[in-house]
């Protein structure tokens, strides 16, 4: 017993924390999985065409400046694209959309919401964003409108109608569908947290180093200790 | 041996006498197991947190303002903080992963003191200010949660300062005074901002009040024995011998923490929950509010009472009966190796707090609310069955020495 319980306790709380994520994050609901990869700028810029031409239309993304495009060298967005894409905005704008927030009540009854941070802020995170553009079906029950409803959004009633035009697509269209659908997904994966690439390839590092210090004060530790018994 | 400029401020300080009493020459049982590092571990974590803290408040702004999209002007500066800061982001995953950290921790430090019976019979008072540091770390995490302004700060803020609205006869006072108001808002994100800047420095100051209370009676140790301390076969110095030992343990600790700052900040909403991604929208409540995790286990004594007076009560009475468990605990053996009953009573105890934490933060069903009901009735069970302990419990042989 003894050490060996209070040991089994912290394991139990640990494979509790653990066990859980998968519920906590997925709120209960399997999303279909998202094929995206942060590192790809590929991916990313195909994403960002598709952000820029669809979502952009009503939704903003306030904290992702056209500076921030350029600087973050995920994008590597150059000078003469950024002016493109800004128009008239200023380089440290936000990528704000043109619909005005009541003509967006008016259209759809609620202002879209700023997709900054819409990753990390939805329960199943970026499974969540590509189920949802994918999710557009007919209501069985028929009480939801074509293109308000939708398998995976909570409740099934959504206010946003199929941006990218999944509800009955031609057969043919749907590996560009699902294509367009994966890449602007992994670009609001990347916008939630433009460091995150940085962070991973920087905590390899701090593990290493951590990993060398470890061994270092254990054979201190091990040295200063043994002539005691 | 000594250099002229030590011998210079030797004498204005004494510091010769303070290293040595507080370290080249204090003793320590040198059988103290791997369970008595969390209390180094713990100091490391608070500074930590003080010094990351002090770098986050020069970026980021306490003010509930409107900025476009619905957000405010705290959370653009968190973001700010986040995205255009240089290694913002470290500081505050590091900060905000440090905050479970700590209480991950503090309650292994907890646990081990209650195991070995270091709470006992000399060692009162350093549990006393033990458990005053705990509640001033839940108060601490509390101001510092609702900081970013998040659907979840402003909600568990509006919780909480409304539990303590319930209170009778003073409950509308104290609940303006937390408030600034009569609803969460700008004042109420002004005064947590000072005292999450106050309450860490309070910290500080316990925390030394914690560590001399220690002194004078040592540590404790695994058998829970009494030591002499003057005789080298009980004892090591705690430089270099124990300082050695924690700098490992802490190295080793900084792993697992570092492996979550970089690769996993969120934990899955464990540490960073979903809904504080969205901006607080005080007309609309998120479909479940619950705590972080270490604030659950209060949680569920909480909500498992109908009535939320006596909800407040009895989480009020789970927190207080902390300061008296040293008095309701009579036995003369303090180490649970030599106490078969208290032995699994503890354990039970420690398995008991998990499942409170796990009822209090899952939505709640049927299940979780019995679940909850039996770990309460456990809680305060524990507690109150210790006086009568002694009574039958057959203690084993203690050893006479290391």
Same mark, same amino acid.
């Given at each position: 017993m003894k050490l060996k319980s209070i040991l089994l306790s912290a394991a139990a709380c640990v494979a509790m924390l653990t066990s859980g994520l998968a519920f906590a994050s997925g709120g209960g609901m399997v999303f279909k999985h998202a094929d995206t990869d942060v590192t790809s700028q590929a991916q990313l810029l195909r994403g960002l065409t598709v952000f820029t031409d669809t979502c952009m239309g009503c939704h903003s993304a306030k904290y992702i400046t056209y500076k921030g495009l350029m600087d973050y060298p995920e994008l590597g967005i150059s000078r003469a694209m950024a002016?493109?894409?800004?128009? =008239?905005?200023?380089?440290?704008?936000?990528?704000?959309?043109?619909?005005?927030?009541?003509?967006?009540?008016?259209?759809?009854?609620?202002?879209?919401?700023?997709?900054?941070?819409?990753?990390?802020?939805?329960?199943g995170g970026v499974d969540y964003i590509y189920s949802l553009l994918t999710g557009y079906a007919h209501d069985e029950s028929g009480r939801v409108d074509d293109g308000n409803y939708n398998t995976y959004f909570p409740g099934n009633r959504t206010a946003m109608p199929d941006p990218l035009?999944?509800?009955?697509?031609?057969?043919?269209?749907?590996?560009?569908?699902?294509?367009?659908?994966? =890449?602007?997904?992994?670009?609001?994966?990347?916008?939630? =947290?433009?460091?995150?690439n940085t962070r991973r390839d920087l905590g390899v590092y701090v593990m290493g180093f951590l990993l060398l210090l470890t061994l270092v004060l254990f054979l201190l530790k091990r040295e200063v200790w043994k002539d005691v018994h | 041996m000594k250099t002229k400029l030590f011998a210079w401020v030797d004498r204005r300080t004494g510091a010769e006498a303070i290293i040595k009493s507080q370290l080249t020459e204090y003793p320590a049982p040198k059988n103290l197991n791997w369970m008595w590092v969390f209390g180094a571990i713990a100091m490391f974590v608070l500074?930590?947190?003080?010094?990351?803290?002090?770098?986050?408040?020069?970026?980021?702004?306490?003010?509930?303002?409107?900025?476009?999209?619905?957000?405010?002007?705290?959370?653009?500066?968190?973001?700010?903080?986040?995205?255009?800061?240089?290694?913002?982001?470290?500081?505050r995953y590091v900060h905000a992963v440090g905050a479970s950290m700590f209480f991950l921790v503090v309650y292994i430090h907890m646990g081990r003191g209650m195991y070995y019976g270091s709470y006992k019979e000399p060692r009162e008072l350093i549990w006393i200010m033990g458990v005053v540091i705990l509640l001033i770390m839940q108060g601490a995490a509390f101001f510092g949660y609702l900081l970013p302004w998040g659907q979840m700060s402003f909600w568990g803020a509006t919780v909480i300062t409304n539990l303590f609205g319930a209170v009778p006869v003073l409950g509308d006072l104290i609940g303006q005074l937390l408030m600034g108001g009569f609803s969460v808002g700008d004042p109420t994100l002004n005064r947590f901002f000072s005292l999450h800047y106050l309450f860490p420095l309070l910290l500080g100051a316990i925390g030394g009040g914690h560590m001399h209370a220690l002194h004078p009676v040592h540590s404790n140790n695994p058998d829970g024995i009494d030591l002499d301390q003057n005789d080298p076969k009980n004892v090591v110095m705690f430089h270099p011998y124990v300082t050695m030992k924690d700098?490992?343990?802490?190295?080793?600790?900084?792993?697992?923490?570092?492996?979550?700052?970089?690769?996993?900040?969120?934990?899955?909403?464990y540490f960073i929950e979903v809904d504080n991604y969205l901006p607080a929208d005080p007309l609309q409540t998120p479909a479940h509010i619950a705590p972080v995790w270490y604030l659950t286990p209060?949680?569920?004594?909480?909500?498992?009472?109908?009535?939320?007076?006596?909800?407040?009560?009895?989480?009020?009475?789970?927190?207080?009966?902390?300061?008296?468990?040293?008095?309701?605990?009579?036995?003369?053996?303090?180490?649970?190796?030599?106490?078969?009953?208290?032995?699994?009573?503890?354990?039970?105890?420690?398995?008991?707090?998990?499942?409170?934490?796990?009822c209090g933060h899952t939505t709640t069903t049927e299940a979780t609310k019995i679940a909850g009901t039996i770990a309460t009735f456990y809680y305060f069970a524990f507690f109150l069955a210790l006086p009568f302990l002694p009574k039958f419990e057959k203690t084993k042989a203690l050893p006479e020495g290391v």
């Amino acid at each position: 017993m003894k050490l060996k319980s209070i040991l089994l306790s912290a394991a139990a709380c640990v494979a509790m924390l653990t066990s859980g994520l998968a519920f906590a994050s997925g709120g209960g609901m399997v999303f279909k999985h998202a094929d995206t990869d942060v590192t790809s700028q590929a991916q990313l810029l195909r994403g960002l065409t598709v952000f820029t031409d669809t979502c952009m239309g009503c939704h903003s993304a306030k904290y992702i400046t056209y500076k921030g495009l350029m600087d973050y060298p995920e994008l590597g967005i150059s000078r003469a694209m950024a002016d493109e894409f800004r128009g =008239d905005n200023a380089l440290s704008s936000g990528l704000h959309t043109e619909l005005a927030p009541e003509d967006a009540v008016e259209s759809y009854g609620k202002v879209p919401p700023d997709l900054s941070l819409v990753v990390p802020g939805r329960r199943g995170g970026v499974d969540y964003i590509y189920s949802l553009l994918t999710g557009y079906a007919h209501d069985e029950s028929g009480r939801v409108d074509d293109g308000n409803y939708n398998t995976y959004f909570p409740g099934n009633r959504t206010a946003m109608p199929d941006p990218l035009g999944w509800l009955d697509h031609d057969a043919e269209d749907t590996a560009e569908l699902e294509q367009q659908a994966h =890449d602007v997904s992994a670009f609001l994966e990347f916008i939630a =947290d433009p460091h995150q690439n940085t962070r991973r390839d920087l905590g390899v590092y701090v593990m290493g180093f951590l990993l060398l210090l470890t061994l270092v004060l254990f054979l201190l530790k091990r040295e200063v200790w043994k002539d005691v018994h | 041996m000594k250099t002229k400029l030590f011998a210079w401020v030797d004498r204005r300080t004494g510091a010769e006498a303070i290293i040595k009493s507080q370290l080249t020459e204090y003793p320590a049982p040198k059988n103290l197991n791997w369970m008595w590092v969390f209390g180094a571990i713990a100091m490391f974590v608070l500074i930590l947190q003080i010094v990351t803290g002090i770098f986050l408040a020069m970026y980021y702004k306490p003010s509930a303002e409107l900025t476009a999209g619905g957000f405010s002007v705290a959370f653009d500066s968190v973001e700010r903080i986040m995205r255009d800061v240089n290694f913002g982001w470290l500081l505050r995953y590091v900060h905000a992963v440090g905050a479970s950290m700590f209480f991950l921790v503090v309650y292994i430090h907890m646990g081990r003191g209650m195991y070995y019976g270091s709470y006992k019979e000399p060692r009162e008072l350093i549990w006393i200010m033990g458990v005053v540091i705990l509640l001033i770390m839940q108060g601490a995490a509390f101001f510092g949660y609702l900081l970013p302004w998040g659907q979840m700060s402003f909600w568990g803020a509006t919780v909480i300062t409304n539990l303590f609205g319930a209170v009778p006869v003073l409950g509308d006072l104290i609940g303006q005074l937390l408030m600034g108001g009569f609803s969460v808002g700008d004042p109420t994100l002004n005064r947590f901002f000072s005292l999450h800047y106050l309450f860490p420095l309070l910290l500080g100051a316990i925390g030394g009040g914690h560590m001399h209370a220690l002194h004078p009676v040592h540590s404790n140790n695994p058998d829970g024995i009494d030591l002499d301390q003057n005789d080298p076969k009980n004892v090591v110095m705690f430089h270099p011998y124990v300082t050695m030992k924690d700098a490992f343990a802490v190295s080793a600790f900084l792993m697992l923490y570092m492996y979550i700052v970089f690769f996993n900040p969120q934990m899955g909403g464990y540490f960073i929950e979903v809904d504080n991604y969205l901006p607080a929208d005080p007309l609309q409540t998120p479909a479940h509010i619950a705590p972080v995790w270490y604030l659950t286990p209060w949680y569920t004594i909480l909500r498992v009472f109908e009535v939320k007076l006596v909800g407040i009560a009895f989480m009020g009475a789970s927190l207080a009966i902390l300061f008296v468990y040293p008095f309701l605990d009579r036995s003369p053996v303090r180490s649970a190796r030599y106490r078969p009953v208290y032995q699994g009573m503890v354990i039970m105890f420690f398995i008991d707090v998990i499942v409170l934490g796990y009822c209090g933060h899952t939505t709640t069903t049927e299940a979780t609310k019995i679940a909850g009901t039996i770990a309460t009735f456990y809680y305060f069970a524990f507690f109150l069955a210790l006086p009568f302990l002694p009574k039958f419990e057959k203690t084993k042989a203690l050893p006479e020495g290391v």
